[in-house]
């Protein structure tokens, strides 16, 4: 089983649209998550960490739920410009190495 | 602004080649990453670096090694090239602090690697 899952889509939406993603883990002591966004051919960038607490910026609101272990990242009145690849990011157990789990990522198309 | 440069966009190589890819960042991050993305299989972590002349190996690093002689630089070497090592390879650098701000990846435009 993967580390982090995530469902490849596309999601195809039109523009105004609320689109939601959801993302598995697989390890119960993760410890940190974030979602990175990736536009095509370009490099990933953050996007958002995601707090126990939730966290909203903006049109984004992520979320965790440590019970199921899944996070998920809700965008409102979705626009062009939205149009990505969104990446589920974890940390590993050892947090000494500041490297990060990368899931596959779930491709977003807003249409106008 | 941040930056981190990759030596090439797009690069053919033949089976067997040794190759350089070369990564520089302007940051003075003391944590550096070598990836690469295939389709379905998102980023995989090939070797880091978290200070100069130290590297210690990610998840895939077999037939990968790495050079980190200045803290601005780190490559990654494909030591003879292969078929299946044909993908992007996404150098990343990262500050060594505290909290979230660790797990802030800043990420190079990635070298195309294709190996014929």
């Known amino acids: 089983r993967k580390e982090v899952e995530q469902d490849p889509g596309p999601f195809n939406v039109p523009e105004g649209a609320t689109v939601a993603f959801n993302c598995t883990y697989s390890n119960s002591a993760s410890q940190s998550f974030f979602w990175y966004r990736q536009d095509c051919r370009k490099e990933p960038k953050l996007l958002m960490s995601v707090y126990s607490s939730g966290n909203e910026d903006g049109r984004f609101t992520a979320q965790l739920n440590r019970a199921s272990q899944y996070i998920s990242l809700l965008i409102r009145d979705s626009k062009l410009s939205d149009s990505a690849t969104y990446l589920c990011v974890v940390t590993p157990l050892d947090t000494g190495r500041r490297a990060l789990t990368f899931g596959s990522g779930t491709r977003l198309q807003v249409q106008p | 602004d941040v930056k981190v440069t990759q030596s090439s966009r797009y690069l053919v190589k033949r089976t067997g080649e040794k190759v350089f890819l070369e990564c520089v960042q302007d940051m003075d991050h003391e944590n550096m990453f070598w990836y690469r993305q295939d389709p379905g299989l998102g980023l995989r972590l090939i070797y880091f670096s978290y200070d100069v002349k130290m590297k210690e190996k990610g998840d895939i690093p077999e037939g990968y090694s790495v050079s980190r002689e200045k803290k601005e630089r780190f490559s990654l070497i494909l030591e003879s090239a292969s078929t299946n090592q044909t993908s992007m390879y996404l150098c990343?650098?990262?500050?060594?602090?505290?909290?979230?701000?660790?797990?802030?990846?800043?990420f190079g435009p990635g070298t195309r690697l294709t190996v014929t």
């Open positions: 990343a650098s990262s500050l060594l602090v505290g909290g979230t701000r660790a797990y802030e990846q800043y």
